[in-house]
């Protein structure tokens, strides 16, 4: 039956991403053929390693003795793409001919067109940018114009379950990482458009939940647990809003 459920799930979730993705679409301007900025990122919260209660059995003997597998959350952003912004207008002449040289040192992809190569390209001085820890958010870029209320910011963490509790920590460390977006007042991840969804794991750490039923086996909370979870699935999420970029989103059927 839980394996129905989950079957259930899936499905109803992928119907309501295509009816989403086709209405987005067709409000996409045809000269846009990349209608959407899509972020990914992944960060650590294996929180405590031993003597910890894990989520999910109800058994207070079930502890954990050490690390098997790292822990992680793993963050996809999806935004609607603002109205044109100029890519001169957030890219110095010194950055072009960075972004220059690498389009040059790239051989494009099968299939792959100029515009699309640019933009691989664009990727990859972005990716260095971030690595070197050299990175400005410009006032004009296309993503800090991206309206909140047409973005979906999804986490799936290694976790039994998420909490509201937890949500309410993230929401307040994003208040720190991520800027507001123009004159909306919001964060691009915000309460109504963040998801924070566990893999339903029975092997990580417990504690993290503010209803005292679920704290009976855990032996009462663990905030060592809520720390490395909160900050993680927000460095998550700021490592995909970081990464933005332009991109699209596609359907496809058989048999």
């Known amino acids: 039956n839980f394996l129905l459920c989950k079957v259930l799930v899936f499905i109803c979730v992928c119907s309501c991403a295509k ?23 992944i960060y650590d919260i294996t929180g405590p390693a031993a003597q910890i209660n894990f989520m999910g059995y109800a058994k207070s003997q079930q502890t954990g003795h050490g690390i098997h597998q790292r822990l992680r959350a793993r963050t996809f952003i999806m935004a609607e793409r603002p109205a044109a912004v100029p890519e001169s207008k957030y890219t110095s002449h ?10 040059r040192r790239d051989k494009p992809m099968e299939g792959e067109t100029k515009q699309e190569n640019r933009e691989r390209s664009l990727l990859r001085w972005r990716w260095k940018q971030l690595e070197s820890g050299d990175v400005e958010d410009s006032p004009t870029s296309e993503v800090s114009l991206a309206d909140p209320s047409k973005a979906v910011c999804f986490v799936s963490i290694d976790t039994g379950m998420g ?3 937890l949500n ?12 507001l977006q123009g004159s909306s007042g919001k964060a691009l991840c915000h309460l ?17 939940l503010q209803y005292t039923t679920f704290q009976i086996t855990s032996a009462g909370f663990s905030e060592e647990t809520m720390e490395a979870f909160a900050e993680g699935i927000a460095q998550s999420i700021k490592r995909a809003y970081d990464n ?6 596609k359907t496809a059927s058989g048999h």
């Open 19 to 41: 009816n989403s993705v086709e209405a987005a679409t067709n409000t996409t301007s045809n000269d846009r053929p990349h209608g959407f900025l899509i972020g990914t990122g």
């Open 94 to 103: 010194e950055e072009e001919h960075k972004i220059e040289a690498i389009q």
């Open 163 to 165: 909490s509201d509790l």
């Open 168 to 179: 309410i920590r993230v929401l307040k460390r994003l208040e720190e990482l991520l800027p």
């Open 192 to 208: 109504e458009n963040l998801s924070i969804s566990g893999t339903h794991t029975h092997s990580a750490p417990a504690g993290f």
């Open 244 to 249: 933005l970029q332009p991109g699209s989103i």
